[in-house]
């Protein structure tokens, strides 16, 4: 007699007691099938994906939202482990703000609802636009934000349709390929395909090209500094470029200056100060300038002298190559370890250094990713916004200003051009955090798709109807 079960309740136990048989940790890539996205080989990881999205592509709208509904149960219930894994992981930032960051992905990311169809009727009769995903869809993700950059892209690249192939940042392998594990398990659970995100278990700089150029992706989405921008925008495919920025703040003295100080103690300390929209510039106003670091000194800041802020540039910047870049021994380090290398001991109580520079110091255009912040001064308002965007540098990426001269907000809006501006807030409310809107952990700069959703990562496809269903 047949058994009562299909083909894929049976795939669908096998993959369950293989995941079992593993334990807890990472499972690994059976012979030859992938589990739960751990594939060995980027051709592995690819035809695993390209599997998941025809599977994918045969389940209704209620499924994925189901499946996403998953997504985001398991990313919250297991916050404090990736934020953990993370952190030990890399050794950037605080273990603290990373389980905010997995909360704020999993709880503020659209899911299926962004995806409205457009309608046009008329005499003519109907016409509908709808969204179509792409594929599967290459996601190289960065190391500052290892599980909350995977949630978050999940959901949206989910909610579009596609299958994900992330190359993680090798620093941030294991924690990223569990965030990836913890997905597929959840979306299972929920009755959906294994693979929906897959990993390649041992990423380098080298499987991410060869993912970038395989001829089964249809879609590369880098997330990172410039040299992954550039590989990813030679790549011939459609590409979401999220890049760097070096994002300025400048406050009057029309501001409410406490407000100020405490928002920009806020953004710049957040993490370390390795999200790429915290504030890594300060340019107050002449007049504005005393309160504000008056204001500062209120909080768990420590403000260097001259002669210390020398030690610690030759600490943190290396000037061996070309250009002058960060010594990655302190980047999203604590401040107290900044405070070590130049024998300042003890100091776990401070959470953010600041320097009062001169408008050309050298700190001013570096993307620091530390938390170092180095406050300048200008003259009048229009003079700061000018000094503001030359620190910005065209990243067209994030940057703030705390005033209350709608002239002078309106102008640096205008002219900085970024894709995020944040007035009277740290730069966490263009996360949606403290203010209004979803959340994003891939800001399309490069490419212009600004706070990436699942409405980019879909493809608009138009269905005409002529002369009938207008109906009234
Ligand atoms: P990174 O550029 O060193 O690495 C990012 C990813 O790109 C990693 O997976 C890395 O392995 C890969 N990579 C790097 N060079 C590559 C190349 N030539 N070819 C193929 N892959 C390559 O950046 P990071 O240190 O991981 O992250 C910090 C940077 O990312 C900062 O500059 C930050 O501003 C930026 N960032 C931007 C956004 C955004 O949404 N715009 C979000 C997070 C981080």
Same mark, same amino acid.
């Given at each position: 007699?047949?058994?009562?079960? $299909?083909?894929?309740?049976?795939?669908?136990?096998?993959?369950?007691?293989?995941?079992?048989?593993?334990?807890?940790?990472?499972?690994?890539?059976?012979?030859?099938?992938?589990?739960?996205?751990?594939?060995?080989?980027?051709?592995?990881?690819?035809?695993?994906?390209?599997?998941?999205?025809?599977?994918?592509?045969?389940? $209704?709208?209620?499924d994925?939202?189901?499946?996403?509904?998953?997504?985001?149960?398991?990313?919250?219930?297991?916050?404090?482990?990736?934020?953990?894994?993370?952190?030990?992981?890399?050794?950037?930032?605080?273990?603290?703000?990373k389980?905010?960051?997995?909360?704020?992905?999993c709880?503020?990311?659209?899911? =299926?609802?962004?995806?409205?169809p457009?309608a046009?009727?008329?005499?003519?009769?109907?016409?509908?636009?709808?969204?179509?995903?792409?594929?599967?869809?290459?996601?190289?993700?960065?190391?500052?934000?290892?599980?909350?950059?995977?949630?978050?892209?999940?959901?949206?690249?989910?909610?579009?349709?596609?299958?994900?192939?992330?190359?993680?940042?090798?620093?941030?392998?294991?924690? $990223?390929?569990?965030t990836?594990?913890?997905?597929?398990?959840?979306?299972?659970?929920?009755?959906?395909?294994?693979?929906?995100?897959?990993?390649?278990?041992?990423?380098?700089?080298?499987?991410g090209?060869?993912?970038?150029?395989?001829?089964?992706?249809?879609?590369?989405?880098?997330?990172?500094?410039?040299?992954?921008?550039?590989?990813?925008?030679?790549?011939?495919?459609?590409?979401?470029?999220?890049?760097?920025?070096?994002?300025? =703040?400048?406050?009057?003295?029309?501001?409410?200056?406490?407000?100020?100080?405490?928002?920009?103690?806020?953004?710049?300390?957040?993490?370390?100060?390795?999200?790429?929209?915290?504030?890594?510039?300060?340019?107050?106003?002449?007049?504005?300038?005393?309160?504000?670091?008056?204001?500062?000194?209120k909080?768990?800041?420590?403000?260097?002298?001259t002669?210390?802020?020398?030690?610690?540039?030759?600490?943190?910047?290396?000037?061996?190559?070309?250009?002058?870049?960060?010594?990655?021994?302190?980047?999203?380090?604590?401040?107290?370890?900044?405070?070590?290398?130049?024998?300042?001991?003890?100091?776990?109580?401070?959470?953010?250094l600041?320097?009062?520079?001169?408008?050309?110091?050298?700190?001013?255009?570096?993307?620091?990713?530390?938390?170092?912040?180095?406050?300048?001064?200008a003259?009048?308002?229009?003079?700061?916004?000018?000094?503001?965007?030359?620190?910005?540098?065209?990243?067209?990426?994030?940057?703030?200003?705390?005033?209350?001269?709608?002239?002078?907000?309106?102008?640096?809006?205008?002219?900085?051009?970024?894709?995020?501006?944040?007035?009277?807030?740290?730069?966490?409310?263009?996360?949606?955090?403290g203010?209004?809107?979803?959340?994003?952990?891939?800001?399309?700069?490069?490419?212009?798709?600004?706070?990436?959703?699942?409405?980019?990562?879909?493809?608009?496809?138009?269905?005409?109807?002529?002369?009938?269903?207008?109906?009234?």
């Amino acid at each position: 007699m047949a058994l009562p079960i $299909s083909e894929a309740e049976l795939e669908r136990i096998v993959r369950s007691v293989l995941s079992e048989l593993t334990g807890n940790g990472n499972v690994k890539a059976a012979s030859g099938r992938v589990v739960h996205g751990q594939s060995r080989t980027v051709d592995e990881a690819v035809d695993a994906a390209a599997i998941a999205f025809e599977q994918l592509s045969a389940c $209704s709208l209620d499924d994925r939202k189901r499946f996403i509904e998953a997504i985001r149960a398991t990313g919250l219930k297991n916050k404090e482990l990736l934020a953990k894994m993370s952190h030990e992981e890399t050794h950037l930032g605080r273990y603290e703000h990373k389980i905010a960051k997995n909360e704020t992905a999993c709880k503020l990311t659209p899911g =299926v609802e962004i995806l409205e169809p457009k309608a046009f009727t008329g005499d003519h009769g109907l016409t509908v636009h709808e969204w179509a995903p792409f594929g599967v869809v290459v996601a190289i993700t960065p190391v500052t934000n290892p599980s909350s950059v995977i949630l978050n892209n999940a959901i949206c690249m989910m909610a579009a349709g596609n299958a994900t192939v992330v190359n993680a940042h090798p620093s941030a392998k294991a924690c $990223s390929m569990k965030t990836i594990e913890l997905i597929n398990q959840a979306v299972v659970a929920a009755g959906g395909p294994d693979n929906v995100m897959t990993g390649v278990l041992d990423p380098t700089i080298d499987t991410g090209t060869a993912l970038m150029t395989h001829r089964k992706v249809d879609m590369v989405v880098a997330t990172g500094g410039v040299a992954v921008v550039r590989a990813a925008l030679r790549s011939g495919k459609r590409v979401v470029a999220a890049g760097p920025g070096n994002p300025p =703040v400048v406050v009057d003295e029309t501001a409410d200056i406490p407000k100020a100080a405490r928002c920009v103690f806020e953004g710049a300390s957040f993490d370390n100060n390795i999200l790429c929209v915290g504030e890594k510039a300060v340019v107050c106003t002449a007049a504005a300038i005393r309160p504000f670091m008056d204001e500062m000194r209120k909080l768990a800041i420590y403000e260097l002298s001259t002669s210390e802020l020398a030690a610690l540039m030759k600490q943190i910047v290396l000037a061996d190559g070309n250009k002058p870049r960060m010594n990655g021994k302190f980047v999203g380090r604590n401040a107290s370890v900044l405070l070590e290398s130049i024998g300042v001991r003890g100091r776990e109580d401070v959470y953010l250094l600041i320097c009062q520079v001169l408008q050309d110091h050298q700190l001013l255009f570096l993307e620091q990713m530390m938390p170092v912040l180095p406050v300048t001064t200008a003259p009048n308002v229009n003079a700061a916004i000018d000094l503001a965007i030359e620190i910005e540098q065209g990243f067209g990426h994030s940057a703030m200003m705390h005033s209350r001269d709608l002239a002078a907000l309106s102008r640096m809006a205008k002219l900085i051009d970024t894709t995020l501006f944040v007035k009277n807030g740290s730069s966490l409310a263009g996360l949606g955090v403290g203010g209004e809107g979803y959340t994003a952990f891939t800001i399309g700069t490069a490419t212009g798709e600004g706070m990436t959703t699942a409405r980019t990562f879909v493809r608009e496809r138009r269905c005409a109807l002529v002369d009938y269903f207008r109906i009234v």
